[in-house]
């Protein structure tokens, strides 16, 4: 067995005996099972009779002998980090296992570059990703606009493909001038998501197929007439939120005749939860173990406190705060008592949080109160969104019934400090709460 408990005997992080685990193999009398041959530790030996650590650093140690010099350097905060990990046994099991590690060793040998652009050159899938955050967190790479530039390598793939025309020349302009730029002007304010660089080459796509649909009938955009764009949604009509971005640019600039797209129906007001199946939902939550804890308490605080997924998932555990039995945290502008059995539960959670990227990790990561799976990223939203649906939380229904409870019971100024919402957006909901919503849903029940 590889668990240590805190010795009821001795007081020292050591294994448990066989007959009495409370107490450690060396207090009751037991032989020591396994230690470690070359730092003495007593743990459970990996290679060649030593621990997780010490094997890991035998890995380490070659690399590092036999690397170019140059890339040894840029590395080694990583590769200290490396060695040093929360959890080397996990990191003896990445080496082994992911091509994360092949990687590494191409860095470290000089047979890559250490740079952003040889690593978007490697086609290992996501273990590339983690790699990535990794290398960013630890410094040995300065941090990036990664949406922008997912989507600028991504765009010049599919923009190669469109051959030399004056069309391939406006469609250029387009996912340069207007898209990227528009992408990176959100991501520097930091307004993007996970999917952010996929929604905006929808866009770039979008205009690519229309353009490809007027050479395949023997006209130019520039001679695309409103029945030819009519056409081409009804033969594709997913298509028609996407090319209206560029249908404004290219009249804008002249390029073509002013052409419409249908807009969608706007949507209105999410629908909410019904309030007795809020309720029910946060007993189940607050009382069923076999939750996970951060589902646990993710949901609790879309369903009772109407946070947004996009807040809670960069909540630090730095924002959770214990006083004897108060237990608060800072959700709006100053801190909000939680109430029990919630209270309890976040506090275990920002006590004992594990970072989900183990490998790499150090007590120098950010202590996110919901750690995420890339090294020094918190969890991601999209993520989160599916953990709550297999439980039947509907994030948006949700938040909208909780708000609607909490602007009937408070007046707007609390209602933004406790939500950490604008005065003026607290005052809506005030309003829609206290009549225009009472109002509309009085007309759905009364509407034939």
Excluded at 374 to 383: E, I, K, M, S, T
Aim: proline residues 5%; aromatic residues 4%; contains cysteine.
């Amino acid at each position: 067995m590889g668990t240590k408990i805190d010795c009821a005997a001795c007081g020292q992080a050591r294994r448990p005996s066989v007959t009495d685990r409370a107490r450690c193999e060396r207090c009751v009398g037991e032989p020591i099972r396994q230690v470690c041959v070359a730092c003495g530790a007593e743990e459970k030996n990996h290679t060649a009779g030593r621990c997780a650590r010490c094997s890991l650093g035998e890995i380490l140690r070659p690399l590092r002998a036999d690397g170019d010099p140059d890339a040894i350097a840029r590395l080694e905060p990583y590769l200290r980090a490396l060695g040093d990990g929360l959890q080397p046994a996990t990191t003896l099991k990445w080496i082994a296992r992911s091509g994360g590690y092949e990687t590494v060793i191409e860095l470290a040998s000089g047979a890559r570059e250490v740079s952003h652009a040889a690593l978007d050159q490697v086609n290992r899938g996501m273990t590339t990703t983690f790699l990535r955050a990794a290398l960013v967190t630890h410094g040995v790479l300065d941090a990036r606009a990664e949406q922008t530039a997912k989507f600028d390598l991504a765009a010049a793939r599919l923009l190669g493909d469109v051959p030399a025309s004056q069309d391939r020349a406006q469609l250029r302009a387009f996912s340069l001038w207007q898209v990227q730029h528009e992408l990176a002007r959100r991501e520097r304010h930091g307004r993007t998501t996970r999917k952010s660089a996929v929604n905006s080459m929808r866009l770039v796509r979008a205009a690519v197929e229309l353009s490809a649909w007027a050479t395949a009938h023997g006209i130019t955009l520039a001679q695309l007439r409103q029945e030819d764009l009519d056409r081409w949604i009804h033969e594709a009509p997913s298509t028609t939120a996407n090319i209206r971005p560029f249908l404004k640019w290219a009249a804008r600039g002249q390029l073509i005749a002013p052409l419409q797209a249908a807009p969608r129906t706007a949507r209105g007001h999410a629908e909410p939860l019904a309030d007795h199946d809020r309720v029910e939902l946060v007993r189940r939550l607050l009382r069923d173990e076999a939750i996970d804890l951060r589902d646990r308490v993710a949901g609790c605080l879309v369903l009772v406190y109407a946070q947004p997924l996009t807040r809670i998932v960069v909540l630090t555990a730095d924002q959770v705060t214990v006083h004897g039995d108060r237990v608060t945290i800072a959700l709006g502008d100053g801190p909000l008592e939680l109430p029990e059995p919630l209270a309890r539960l976040t506090a275990t959670l920002a006590r004992t949080r594990r970072a989900r990227a183990s490998t790499a990790a150090t007590r120098t990561v950010p202590a996110w109160l919901f750690p995420g799976m890339r090294v020094g990223q918190p969890l991601d939203c999209a993520y989160l969104q599916r953990r709550l649906g297999r439980l039947g939380i509907r994030p948006l229904a949700g938040r909208t019934s909780a708000v609607m409870t909490l602007a009937g019971a408070l007046p707007p100024t609390i209602l933004a400090d406790l939500l950490g919402i604008s005065e003026t957006t607290a005052t809506k909901w005030y309003r829609l709460a206290g009549g225009e919503w009472s109002r509309y849903a009085a007309h759905r029940v009364t509407a034939p």
